[in-house]
């Protein structure tokens, strides 16, 4: 961290106590256990025994290499949202890193609810190894089926744009999402970040991106972490974002920096919606982004067969692979998994003990059991009117000339009209609203806009739900967003 | 024009003389006549009577808005082109401006040489104008037809990936690229910008991307845009760019701003590659890029049935649609073209006066008859080894095992050793290389990189030709832009 850039943003947040770090790292230690344990184990679980080639799966598959990153962002989540008593919800930008966000769920009780037969303890411990990325098990990868997910994991490019069709109509709600180093490099997510011209403050939710930067892709270094930080808060500007950065591979300095981050940003947010909610709009606020370099596969095997793997990209997946046949690898496996100390972490019936579940919500504040990830509790039908009121008289066949869309532009203007207060219905699409002759919309709501405008513009407005920018990803991404998270909408292209 | 970051900017240059200036708006003006003409008229293309609704084609099609701001551009290349003796290509990026590609093409005498019946006279302008957007004719987008395209018009995305790929192992040619501020919304555009850290100052070519603001897409404004100037430089700083504005709608003083941005862009160009091949590369250059601020729809009609055209959305396609039934239309289409004042531009036969074509290049050096964008008249074969050197023997069937990806992987080192001077052929990827078992390719030559080293990274390399990002539309573009500019690759992922 650039500690004189830190210091001017810190807006006097000064950070958590000893004992909060503390429970704070108890918690991550135990995610990092539990996402090692998810790619390894399928036995021993609490290594009450020295860890033997029969506990290991037969075949090893799994993402370290983002996992420690992700259980660090889920810990300083939960104390933001426990402290400030927020609704959030996370999207997961790399979902490779399954064993992270499943650790995570488990830690917080959200899985053993949705799925009872893994349960909190070390039964369900065991189960929850086992099951990971296994005939008959789970998904290595976030999935549908992952506790508080609306993002799959593996298609690189829609995080951010998920992120803020979560956050759309939504007031009250804090959209987290992580940006990989990897999946920044991708067009859907280059896109994405202009995202924030379409926000509004005061109908919206806030959508707070970090930046993971742990350096590198499946082989390679990646372009964002490899540029002078100069340029890369450059770029962030540019984008419409107020950088906060959180570097380090100490943990106690990390966990400290990343709170502090957390609470300037979320102060940050506060303030904004504050702003634009009671003294009314004046300028496009520029929204927090959180920068997070941390080392990939931070805190695993330093180094493998002679070869450099934590901070490399050699801790992409499994960085140990020959566990079952080399008695090296296992030794350096049982070191790493007991470096966490799973002994202050478990008690002896494998339950999470008070301290590491200190700063962890309750009930539906928990990202695992948010109703904002699971659209199908908030849904409510769609009134569309009746459609009588827009058909199209014919009096003698061929006589008359129609244009379907345009009579379905009000139809469109209708079912605007009727969701003006529940705000649950939005029309997207890549500037092809009008050519496509659905403009009797404009009757009812306008184009969201957020960046500058001139005397001659039409139809523009802060609060509008028609979006459109010329990028069919951004457009897919933000629909799927929002219908994800319990609403409707059309994509007109 | 930020006229204090312009006089910073344009290292000692100042411009044209007057009559520079005028031979180059003569020029322009001819251009602009040219691309309305084609939208419009099917007869009576020097107006040599007055305009009658039968000169006019039944069905207008066409995009007017880009169009002025295509031909400045050209107009403007071929100036630097001439008076440097430089070889170079443009990408137009606003591809469904074909009335000015076509038009220019027409103007320097490729397009008559390449289609010998539409002739540089009346006759040949008449058809240039008829068979444009016409049944039997030539598409109204930049089309593989066009002379001096390798960029279809129409689908945004790819014009800057396009031009990368095109001036990568060309060392000598200058790659300009016309990027749209609708196509610059989308995500192979946005994620293109970061090109420049692949390519490398002593082997490629030089990229001269030319951001045209013109402020709307087709029915709203851009985001690029409408940002507040210091936070579009800050992105595009961000991007690795040298900033260089030209902003007005005043022609000559566009004219001036123009040609000083060109001369300091090519002059930087000029710098980086001395310092690079005759001292040794050091640090990443920051490349310039020129953003040109002009109205859309620049010197069309101003207002039309009350409201305004000329600098909004409305210009974007066929600022007049009534022409052939309003006499209003009619009279204001007449007077629009003869705002150009023909009659100083084309002789009585139609040809253009020798100063509409002081500035126009000769030979291959134009645009329309440039080599680099018809590949197959620099197409090689490609040196592939003997397989036999790479069969996998097999002595008894069902004894072995091979990959046959790692065996593909040492013939492609091969075809890299035997092209280590042409430089002819490159492997492309998002980072699935050593994933698809072709490392073997890595004995032959290393990964292009121009950003940050670290002592652990393997195989990167200024001059190497593996090219991976985790953009698969970056991939393509480059590839797509190598391939048509005769070379060869793969697409490996």
Redesign the interface.
Known sequence: MSQAEHEVRTDGNRGPGDAEVAALDAHWRAANYLAVGQIYLMGNPLLTEPLRPEHIKPRLLGHWGTSPGLNLVYTHLNRVIKQRGIEALCVWGPGHGGPAVLANSWLEGSYSETYPDVTRDADGMERLFRQFSFPGGVPSHVAPETPGSIHEGGE??YSLSHAYGAAFDRPELLVACVVGD??A??????????SN?FLDPVRDGAVLPILHLNGY???????LA???EH??????????HHVLHVTGDDPMTVHRAMAVAMDTALDHIAAIRRTAREEGIADRPSWPVIVLRTPKGWTGPGEVDGL?VE??WRSHQVPLSGVRDSPDHLRQLEAWLRSYRPEELFDERGRPRPDVLAWVPEGVRRLGSTPYANGGLLLRDLPVPPLERHAVAVDRPGAGRHEPTAVLGGLLADVMEATSDRRDFRLVGP?????NRLQAVYGATG?A?Q????P??EH?DRHGRVM???????CQGWLEGYLLTGRHGLFSC
Chains 1, 2 share one sequence.
Request: aromatic share 6%; glycine share 12%.
């Open positions: 690189l490019g990897g999946e490099e991708t067009g859907p997510l280059a896109a994405s970040w202009h011209k892709k499946i082989a390679n270094p990646t372009v490899r540029l002078p340029e890369l808060d450059r770029l962030l500007h540019g984008y419409g450099p901070g490399t500037d092809e609203t009008a050519s184009k806009w960046a500058g405008t001139l001659t513009d523009l459109e920018i010329l990028s069919e990803h951004t």
